[in-house]
Nanobody, 120 residues
Framework: QVQLVESGGGLVQAGGSLRLSCAAS????????MGWFRQAPGKEREFVAT????????RHAASVKGRFTISRDNFKNTVYLQMNSLKPEDTAVYYC?????????????WGQGTQVTVSS
């Protein structure tokens, strides 16, 4: 499995932008489907976005579509989440996850999370 470390979180005003990064260890990064999830206080973890091994396929949750963009750089072993037009309801801990194609996220690797706080 890969080890994942997120960065880029912080405090931002509504309407602002942040870019999250998730650096992965290991030589097999390009074998993994990558995803971003988030969990707000008192709420369940929710899916945000996913990208396939090549970057040729992406899917975003309806709540972030048009505002967030997932991308990856397999040479840098890094996946990104560009977040624009942030809203207070985007406040959460954001987690990066990696899973082999066809496998459940629950059986994959997870980072420690990075806090994103959007003030109104």
């Amino acid at each position: 499995q890969v080890q994942l470390v997120e960065s880029g979180g912080g405090l931002v005003q509504a309407g602002g932008s942040l870019r999250l990064s998730c650096a992965a260890s290991g030589r097999t990064f390009s074998s993994y489907t990558m995803g971003w999830f988030r969990q707000a206080p008192g709420k369940e973890r929710e899916f945000v976005a996913t990208i396939n091994w090549s970057g040729g396929y992406t899917r975003h949750a309806a709540s972030v579509k048009g505002r967030f963009t997932i991308s990856r750089d397999n040479f840098k072993n890094t996946v990104y989440l560009q977040m624009n037009s942030l809203k207070p309801e985007d406040t959460a801990v954001y987690y990066c996850a990696a899973a082999l194609t066809g496998s459940s996220w629950d059986h994959g690797s997870w980072g420690q999370g990075t806090q994103v706080t959007v003030s109104s």
